[in-house]
């Protein structure tokens, strides 16, 4: 995909990983970004067109469609976590869906308006903002693994369905990344700068999938291990 010149929507590029793949794409040359975000407002990137976008509204959705029907590069970013316990009694259920509601459905969602768009340009790309833990449950985020693992598979019937309009589609994996849905967490972090530049560099090439940082590279190495890391806490 040449990112020279092209037409990028990033969801959630307000803030966090989001804003630096807005600041990456136009560094790189995308002629014009379309930065996504519930609250236009709180868009303040000089360079971009802010576009009212919560993943989870349909009417947005088709709204952003209609307004970004010159993109051939669509980042799906915009994502939430929950430390909720799956087996918690009161919000286990609860939480779960919304996870699934941002993460996947929204995902799905951008999919479906965005397909006929990008074939119309040409094909373009498609970039799933995935994690480690698309492959591995930690303790304290398991409900989150759930999402991101449905989103990996989403990912992959997307790119095989994809396949024939010519639109590449490139699954980001990475770990923990310094930005606000980490904060809380104390352990090595890549910073979303690093990440971005990763993912257009794997996007320049053609790839379909990006290890953007160690701990993925590290995560996806474990499947061959004995016993899989997957079967234990990470
Ligand atoms: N941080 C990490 O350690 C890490 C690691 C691997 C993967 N990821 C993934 O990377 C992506 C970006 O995360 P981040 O670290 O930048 O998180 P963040 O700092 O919490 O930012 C999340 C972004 O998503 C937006 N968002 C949330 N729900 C939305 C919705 N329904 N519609 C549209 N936008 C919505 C937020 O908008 P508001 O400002 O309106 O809330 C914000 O712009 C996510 O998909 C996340 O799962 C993060």
Redesign the pocket.
Known sequence: MHIQGSVALV????????LAYAKALLAAGARKVYA????PA?VTLPGVIAVK????RPQDITAAAAQCADVDIVVN?????DTTPLLDPAHGVAALRRLLD??LH?VHAMALAFAPVLKANGGGALVN?????SWVSLGSLDAYSVS?AAAWALTNGLRNELRAQGTQVLAVH????D????SHVDAP?SS?DDIARRTLEALARGESEVLADQASQQVKAGFAATPSYYLGAA
Do not use: F
């Not at 976008?53 to 989870?56: A, E």
């Not at 970013?77 to 976590?81: E, S, Y």
């Open positions: 969801t959630g590029a307000n803030r966090g990983l989001g996504g975000a519930r609250d709180t976008l919560d993943v989870t970013n915009a994502g939430i976590a941002t993460n929204g903002m995935l994690s480690a833990l991101k990475a770990g923990y990344i930005t606000d849905m980490a972090k979303p």
